[in-house]
């Protein structure tokens, strides 16, 4: 399954909620199923550098840690066969987002921490909110 990470250059708002879902396939096409996998994102000021935020799904609890939800969550198919990645992020906790620019990176794992995936990665922009007041 060897293959370079999708970049997305992504941008969110203070105050709003931020919801991406996206599917991951090998390079025939074929959607990769998630189920054992463990899931990361991890944003930071830049690449190389201490994240500032993160969200990690644990596939053999189906645990959340951090300020982001990742998972492979989906109405249709809750279990991961769909191939589909979901991160959001409330917009009570965007609202404490500092406003600058970030990298992000996306990251999954076997259940024994020996394989890694990077599955997406880029720029994490976020906007500050205009005060309704």
């Known amino acids: 399954m060897g293959m370079l990470a999708a ?3 992504l941008v969110a708002e ?9 599917v991951w396939k090998d390079k025939d096409g074929t ?3 998630l189920t054992t996998l463990d ?6 000021p830049s690449f190389g550098t ?3 935020k993160y969200g990690n ?17 989906d109405i249709a198919t809750p279990d991961g066969t769909d191939g589909k990645i979901v991160i959001g992020v409330t917009a ?3 609202a404490t987002w500092e406003y600058r620019d970030h990298v992000y990176m996306v990251e999954l794992t076997t259940g024994d921490g020996v394989t890694k995936y990077r599955v ?4 994490f922009n976020v906007y500050k909110e205009i005060p309704n007041t």
């Open 50 to 52: 201490t994240r500032v």
């Open 14 to 22: 203070q105050g709003s909620t931020f919801a991406l879902t996206f």
């Open 31 to 33: 959607v990769v199923d």
């Open 120 to 123: 997406a990665q880029g720029s």
């Open 57 to 73: 799904w644990h596939a053999a609890t189906k645990a959340q840690t951090g300020e982001i939800t990742i998972g492979p969550t």
């Open 7 to 9: 970049e997305f250059n």
């Open 92 to 94: 009570a906790e965007m």
């Open 39 to 44: 899931m990361l994102i991890n944003i930071g």
